[in-house]
Nanobody, 121 residues
Framework: QVELVESGGGLVQAGGSLRLSCAPSGSIFSSNVMAWYRQAPGKQRELVASITSGGITTYVASVKGRFTISRDNAKNTVYLQMNSLKPEDTAVYYC???????????????WGQGTQVTVSS
């Protein structure tokens, strides 16, 4: 069973930076859209950024200019570089990806377990 494994969360002061990474736990055939979501306490989960296999990116307005999503297609890995962090960025960050595990199998959507990002003021 393949899972998405995230890393890179932690505690940082306002204005600081963190880099999140997410990759499948085992070998897969291909990945399509990969994305980062976040959920703060008492709030709904929101899409932070997404990237297609061709490199087209989208961002929620609140992170534009501060966060950068990127990917390594050879490793089916997605990254989220977070700069100029603010206390309101505090949340659990979840990786999400459309993966095809083997040739001939359907593409399915997967979630990571989440990684905590805490920004202190």
């Amino acid at each position: 069973q393949v899972e998405l494994v995230e890393s890179g969360g932690g505690l940082v002061q306002a204005g600081g930076s963190l880099r999140l990474s997410c990759a499948p736990s085992g070998s897969i055939f291909s990945s399509n859209v990969m994305a980062w979501y976040r959920q703060a306490p008492g709030k709904q989960r929101e899409l932070v950024a997404s990237i297609t296999s061709g490199g087209i990116t989208t961002y929620v307005a609140s992170v534009k200019g501060r966060f950068t999503i990127s990917r390594d297609n050879a490793k089916n890995t997605v990254y989220l570089q977070m700069n100029s962090l603010k206390p309101e960025d505090t949340a659990v960050y979840y990786c999400n990806a459309d993966l095809r595990l083997r040739i001939g199998l359907p593409q399915l959507n997967y979630w990571g377990q989440g990684t905590q990002v805490t920004v202190s003021s």
